[in-house]
Nanobody
């Protein structure tokens, strides 16, 4: 069983930066693939970024602006978000899994003002 807690969301002006953190409890954190997803009001949840043991993946809409990383000693995954745009406004969720994402956090709100 894995529990995930996101933090770091907030209100930022367009062009600004935020760093989201996702702290995981449970065993074998390093063996899980970790992902970030987001859901804007009235829209479906969408993939943002993911990190495995060896690779990272990004949605086209955030490539070059967002960076996902992990610290297996701290059981934490991060999402560094730069050059934020109003369209990045959403609730951001952290997820963990091996074959599929089985565990989800409660989400953290990111609001980007124009």
């Amino acid at each position: 069983q894995v529990q995930l807690v996101e933090s770091g969301g907030g209100l930022v002006q367009a062009g600004g930066s935020l760093r989201l953190s996702c702290a995981a409890t449970g065993r074998a954190f390093s063996t899980y693939d970790m992902g970030w997803f987001r859901q804007a009001p009235g829209k479906e949840r969408e993939f943002v970024a993911a990190i495995t043991r060896t690779r990272t993946y990004y949605a086209e809409s955030v490539k070059g602006r967002f960076t996902i990383s992990r610290d297996n000693f701290k059981n934490t995954v991060y999402l560094q978000m730069n050059s934020l745009k109003p369209e990045d406004t959403a609730v951001y969720y952290c997820a963990a899994g091996r074959v599929q994402y089985d565990y989800w956090g409660q989400g953290t709100q990111v609001t980007v003002s124009s």
